[in-house]
């Protein structure tokens, strides 16, 4: 319950905090910033593998904030507690390795595309560069979007964290459950890919009368249900739905109409399906993230011109920098003002960055923009389904056709000056996150901000080796690991500049997102479920119904108040963190085999030897016992613990 001791100028700010104001609790202290830069490391690795696989991230806020429960639970037992705000302050620092990852992998991992290796050091500084501005940017956004637009930008996440934390009797459970989900998910995948005992991917081609090229199929594996089970049915659906356009109805009629590469001409059917997605498709897709990009910008046109009001009003000492209570207090407007110049210079200077004066200034402007609608855009639907990649495309473009004008010739430049957007846009949305859940539990901005620094720092540091490793390990634009962003990112950057870029498919995609905007449907979850392999869209669609169907068996057993509901579902957005966090450590650990020179990437370092017909039918069965696990460990004892 939160308490009730609140001055009047603070309700009228918003919620009443659970620790007041006036109250000082540790936050920053030295064992909050060990762990939290531990689980960093760890989230980075996690989603920077599932992203690459899948085409998406999740928030790392709640899985760290039940984690960091845990551990401070042990300390406990042998006399070194922690506060709710030190545990905030360890989810922020690990969220923050979450976010970096997603800007990384949409847009860095792409120069492997263009057969240019993983540079550990340019990755580290373009994406500490970045991921500053992103927390800097954010900085004169915090109070009018967190505060002052409390009723209308719910931040689900940051608010469900903030639940969490604030319910320290849920701590025990959710490890349990966590725990179990990362279980479940290891030994699945180790048996999968480990030892080869059953297939997780099933497809198919086929054709209908004189139609030719209809393809379907999914790579059922615990990550990807996972990641439909965390953005529900509705999205999940927007994504399918994407998937059925390009494979069902694009391939079809380009296959029928001779549209096929002459690389793929005499293939089957199946192998026919995927060139054509790649050589035509996925600029559909490129072209509706673009149209979706521009009218987000659009449409935070309001916001945008607030936050620089705000900005201007701080520095000039009439804002809010004289607030003197602490759960107001963020870095100073003359930091904030002088390190973007200082990052803007650096673009600029710094030889590792690539970027030079036009890109540099591309990448300052878009990522001011960018940060304000991903700000904005996660209040609503959350930073799971921040379009991150839509705003990096939309910079591409810009930034292709600007470098292109001035006699640029090599798209990794376009590639690093979309790399900073995107990182400063993706950590721009966790910090909004992360600052609406201290806003509920009583944290001080500036020390959240600081966290944020610290975590950005460190992964920055380790996200070139991570990207390197997965690169060594699996290949980068694989089948194991896609990195379907990246692959558009490369494919958009040497188009523009080349010349040999697929404009009228991205004109039908405009049109096409042009239509869903006036449709008043979600352009970006459509433009990601065309860009994505069939394969992927079908097992994150098989979790959103997975969702679906739980939550109305629930509906049909709670109460007036809906607490089994909203008790059920914090359940199993925990064990699906459990789910994609344990598919990404067997992906690490399988890969450190290949690396090792044990087994290799067409098989498994330990196979069983079964035949291929016995692999499916034992991949049947193990899809249905994964649905049936995960539906079980969150409905078991749910409205007995909601009642404890």
């Given at each position: 319950?939160?308490?009730?001791?609140?001055?009047?100028?603070?309700?009228a700010a918003?919620p009443?905090?659970?620790v007041?104001?006036?109250?000082?609790v540790?936050?920053?202290?030295?064992?909050?910033?060990?762990?939290?830069?531990?689980?960093?490391?760890?989230?980075l690795?996690?989603?920077?593998?599932?992203g690459?696989r899948s085409g998406?991230t999740?928030?790392?806020?709640?899985?760290?904030?039940?984690?960091?429960m845990?551990?401070?639970?042990?300390?406990?037992?042998?006399?070194?507690?922690?506060t709710?705000?030190?545990?905030?302050?360890?989810?922020?620092?690990?969220?923050?390795?979450e976010?970096?990852?997603?800007?990384?992998?949409?847009?860095?991992a792409?120069?492997?595309?263009?057969d240019?290796?993983?540079?550990?050091v340019n990755?580290?500084?373009?994406a500490?560069?970045?991921?500053?501005?992103g927390?800097?940017?954010?900085?004169?956004?915090r109070?009018?979007?967190?505060v002052?637009?409390?009723?209308?930008?719910?931040y689900?996440?940051?608010?469900a964290c903030?639940?969490?934390l604030?319910?320290?009797?849920?701590?025990?459970?959710g490890?349990?459950l966590?725990s179990?989900g990362?279980?479940v998910?290891f030994?699945?995948?180790?048996l999968a890919?480990?030892?080869?005992?059953?297939?997780?991917?099933i497809q198919?081609?086929?054709?209908?009368g004189?139609?030719?090229?209809?393809?379907?199929?999914?790579d059922?594996?615990?990550a990807?249900?996972?990641?439909?089970y965390?953005?529900?049915?509705?999205?999940?659906?927007?994504?399918?739905?994407?998937?059925l356009?390009?494979?069902?109805?694009?391939i079809?009629?380009?296959?029928t109409?001779?549209?096929?590469?002459?690389?793929?001409?005499?293939a089957a059917?199946?192998?026919?399906?995927?060139?054509?997605?790649?050589?035509y498709?996925r600029?559909?897709?490129?072209?509706a993230?673009?149209?979706?990009?521009?009218?987000a910008?659009?449409?935070?046109?309001?916001?945008?011109?607030?936050?620089?009001g705000?900005?201007?009003?701080?520095i000039?000492?009439?804002?809010?920098?004289?607030?003197?209570k602490?759960?107001?207090r963020d870095?100073p407007m003359?930091?904030v003002?002088?390190?973007?110049?200082?990052?803007?210079?650096?673009l600029v200077?710094?030889?590792?960055?690539?970027?030079?004066?036009?890109?540099g200034?591309?990448?300052?402007?878009?990522?001011?923009?960018?940060?304000?609608?991903s700000?904005?855009?996660v209040?609503i639907?959350?930073?799971?389904?921040?379009?991150v990649s839509g705003?990096?495309?939309a910079?591409?473009?810009?930034?292709?056709?600007a470098?292109?004008?001035?006699?640029?010739?090599?798209?990794?430049?376009?590639l690093?000056?979309?790399?900073?957007?995107?990182?400063?846009?993706?950590v721009a949305?966790?910090?909004?996150?992360?600052?609406?859940?201290?806003?509920?539990?009583g944290?001080?901005?500036r020390?959240?901000?600081l966290?944020?620094v610290?975590?950005?720092?460190?992964?920055?540091?380790?996200?070139?080796?991570?990207?390197?490793?997965?690169?060594?390990?699996?290949g980068i634009?694989?089948?194991?690991i896609?990195?379907p962003?990246?692959?558009m990112?490369?494919?958009?950057?040497?188009?523009?500049l080349?010349?040999?870029?697929?404009?009228?498919?991205?004109?039908?995609?405009a049109?096409?997102?042009?239509?869903l905007?006036?449709?008043d449907?979600?352009?970006?979850?459509?433009?990601?479920?065309?860009?994505?392999?069939?394969?992927l869209a079908?097992?994150?669609f098989?979790?959103?119904?997975?969702?679906?169907?739980?939550?109305?068996?629930?509906?049909?057993?709670?109460?007036?108040?809906?607490?089994?509901?909203?008790?059920?579902?914090?359940?199993?957005?925990?064990?699906?963190?459990?789910?994609?966090t344990?598919?990404?450590?067997m992906?690490?650990?399988?890969?450190?085999?290949?690396?090792g020179?044990?087994?290799?990437?067409?098989?498994?370092p330990?196979?069983l030897?079964?035949?291929?017909?016995?692999?499916?039918?034992?991949?049947?069965v193990?899809?249905v016992?994964?649905?049936?696990?995960f539906?079980?460990?969150?409905?078991?004892?749910a409205?007995?613990s909601?009642?404890?």
């Amino acid at each position: 319950m939160r308490t009730d001791d609140r001055t009047a100028s603070e309700s009228a700010a918003g919620p009443s905090p659970h620790v007041p104001a006036g109250r000082s609790v540790a936050e920053l202290t030295i064992k909050a910033v060990l762990i939290g830069l531990a689980l960093n490391v760890v989230m980075l690795t996690a989603n920077m593998y599932l992203g690459m696989r899948s085409g998406m991230t999740i928030s790392a806020s709640i899985p760290a904030a039940v984690i960091s429960m845990g551990v401070f639970y042990g300390l406990r037992r042998v006399g070194i507690g922690g506060t709710v705000l030190e545990n905030n302050i360890v989810q922020t620092m690990t969220s923050a390795g979450e976010a970096l990852a997603a800007g990384v992998i949409f847009t860095i991992a792409g120069v492997t595309f263009l057969d240019q290796p993983i540079d550990i050091v340019n990755t580290a500084v373009v994406a500490v560069l970045g991921g500053l501005l992103g927390v800097l940017f954010m900085v004169p956004m915090r109070r009018y979007l967190i505060v002052d637009r409390h009723e209308e930008l719910p931040y689900p996440e940051g608010t469900a964290c903030a639940d969490v934390l604030e319910a320290g009797s849920r701590g025990d459970e959710g490890v349990k459950l966590i725990s179990f989900g990362f279980l479940v998910s290891f030994l699945y995948m180790w048996l999968a890919n480990g030892m080869a005992a059953f297939r997780t991917t099933i497809q198919t081609a086929f054709s209908v009368g004189e139609t030719d090229g209809f393809a379907i199929g999914g790579d059922f594996t615990p990550a990807l249900l996972g990641v439909g089970y965390i953005i529900g049915p509705r999205i999940a659906g927007y994504v399918f739905g994407g998937g059925l356009v390009a494979w069902l109805m694009l391939i079809p009629l380009l296959i029928t109409g001779g549209f096929v590469p002459e690389s793929a001409a005499d293939a089957a059917l199946m192998a026919q399906a995927d060139a054509v997605w790649d050589e035509y498709v996925r600029y559909v897709g490129a072209g509706a993230m673009i149209v979706g990009g521009f009218y987000a910008i659009l449409s935070m046109r309001g916001t945008i011109v607030d936050a620089l009001g705000t900005a201007a009003a701080e520095i000039g000492g009439s804002g809010a920098t004289a607030d003197a209570k602490r759960t107001q207090r963020d870095l100073p407007m003359k930091v904030v003002v002088v390190g973007a110049v200082l990052i803007a210079l650096a673009l600029v200077a710094v030889p590792q960055v690539q970027v030079g004066l036009v890109g540099g200034f591309i990448a300052v402007i878009a990522a001011f923009l960018f940060v304000a609608v991903s700000a904005y855009l996660v209040g609503i639907v959350g930073s799971s389904s921040n379009p991150v990649s839509g705003m990096a495309v939309a910079t591409i473009l810009i930034a292709a056709l600007a470098l292109r004008s001035v006699g640029a010739t090599d798209p990794v430049v376009v590639l690093m000056t979309a790399s900073v957007v995107a990182i400063a846009a993706a950590v721009a949305g966790d910090t909004s996150q992360d600052l609406k859940t201290g806003q509920l539990l009583g944290a001080t901005p500036r020390k959240q901000q600081l966290a944020q620094v610290i975590g950005i720092a460190l992964s920055a540091l380790f996200a070139g080796w991570v990207l390197s490793f997965f690169d060594r390990a699996y290949g980068i634009g694989s089948e194991t690991i896609p990195a379907p962003q990246a692959g558009m990112m490369a494919l958009i950057s040497e188009g523009v500049l080349t010349g040999t870029a697929q404009w009228g498919m991205i004109l039908i995609g405009a049109v096409f997102a042009l239509v869903l905007i006036l449709m008043d449907v979600p352009v970006l979850p459509f433009a990601v479920g065309i860009y994505l392999p069939i394969t992927l869209a079908t097992p994150i669609f098989l979790g959103g119904l997975l969702r679906a169907g739980i939550d109305r068996y629930v509906e049909r057993r709670d109460d007036e108040e809906g607490s089994l509901a909203e008790r059920t579902t914090s359940r199993g957005r925990i064990v699906a963190a459990g789910l994609i966090t344990g598919e990404a450590i067997m992906g690490i650990v399988i890969g450190a085999l290949y690396v090792g020179g044990i087994g290799n990437a067409e098989g498994a370092p330990f196979p069983l030897g079964l035949a291929g017909a016995t692999q499916a039918t034992l991949g049947v069965v193990a899809l249905v016992a994964l649905v049936g696990l995960f539906a079980a460990s969150v409905l078991w004892n749910a409205s007995e613990s909601e009642n404890a």
